[in-house]
């Protein structure tokens, strides 16, 4: 049993955000309940998901984009891997980002989003369910903001218009020749402010404990599984945690069967100047804080790093 936070976001905000604040500092991680997303948006988007995942690889790599760091569009099998990783993650995955209109000041950072023609509805469902995300993740940056003694609308203006992203992830039934020490998805930090993830409800995702120990984390059906990204914690200077965490490969029967899920990457600005929060910072502290950095040219540093650009 663990106590990463399980909470309620219909609670007022100011009832939850020590639980969820003292859980990100300890774990990196929460759970999250009553968030805000309808269940048939999240089934319409697994439906989606599913579909264009079936369909012939062929199909599916015309979307790839070359160059684009698989900011928008496909991502094959065998593309992504962690940081120091020596093997290829098994998954391959869908990336919607945020469309900006044409002579947008950041329309620069966001690549347009393209779309496959062959599964009816994707369009329409992934955007609505990018949306929703964005409406929960706000919520939370807002209870997050009240834990660190700040005004709850405190990272509104940071993160309007950020390069997040939405991811539609698939894990293919473990072949026989998956490459050996290849999992799902091997340990790794997020880059981004906060991640949100639909479908954890299926046993596999496990955090790193400050003690060094593998941890599974508990999500029941429905449940969004909250964790602070390397952006956050940079902002709080390591106050609150952006934890190493993995997708270990399952055994028996459901190593035979697909497994599908959906984070958001809730990101700053490209413009925004990430450096510690002056609450965060101590004499005490061990090591100097991080020095200011814009949140784009973190992301390109650490994409770098996990060979997506």
């Not at 945020?98 to 989003?113: K, Q, V, Y």
Request: hydrophobic share 45%; net charge negative.
């Amino acid at each position: 049993m663990t106590d990463i936070a399980s909470v309620s976001l219909a609670q007022p905000l100011a009832t939850i955000a020590d639980e969820l604040g003292r859980s990100f500092a300890e774990y990196g991680f929460a759970v999250v309940r009553d968030h805000g997303i309808p269940q048939d948006l999240i089934d319409e988007a697994e439906a989606v998901s599913k579909a264009f995942f079936a369909l012939p690889d062929a199909v599916k790599r015309r979307y790839r984009i070359a160059g684009g760091g698989g900011a928008r569009g496909y991502t094959p099998f065998g593309t992504e891997k962690a940081k120091d990783a020596e093997v290829f993650d098994l998954k391959e995955f869908w990336h919607v980002g945020r469309d900006l209109p044409a002579g947008h000041p950041l329309a620069a950072f966001m690549a347009p989003n393209i779309w496959p023609e062959e599964v009816e509805g994707f369009k329409e469902t992934t955007t609505a369910l990018f949306a929703a995300f964005e409406q929960t993740g706000a919520r939370v940056l807002e209870a997050i903001a009240l834990h660190l003694g700040r005004p709850r609308d405190f990272f509104a203006a940071s993160v309007k218009d950020g390069n997040s992203v939405m991811r539609l992830l698939h894990y293919p039934p473990l072949a026989d020749d998956a490459p050996e020490g290849a999992i799902r998805a091997a340990a790794h930090g997020d880059i981004n402010t906060i991640t949100l993830l639909l479908g954890a409800e299926e046993a596999g995702l496990e955090l790193l404990t400050k003690q060094g120990e593998w941890l599974p984390i508990p999500a029941t059906k429905g449940a969004l599984v909250i964790n602070v990204g390397d952006m956050l914690e940079r902002q709080t200077n390591g106050r609150l945690r952006s934890t190493t965490h993995r997708v270990v490969n399952p055994r028996g029967e459901a190593a035979r069967r697909s497994r599908y899920s959906m984070p958001f990457f809730l990101h700053f600005r490209p413009d925004f100047l990430i450096e510690p929060l002056p609450e965060c910072v101590s004499a005490d502290d061990a090591n100097p804080p991080p020095p200011p950095i814009t949140a784009h040219d973190f992301l390109m540093q650490r994409l770098r790093e996990i060979n997506l650009a």
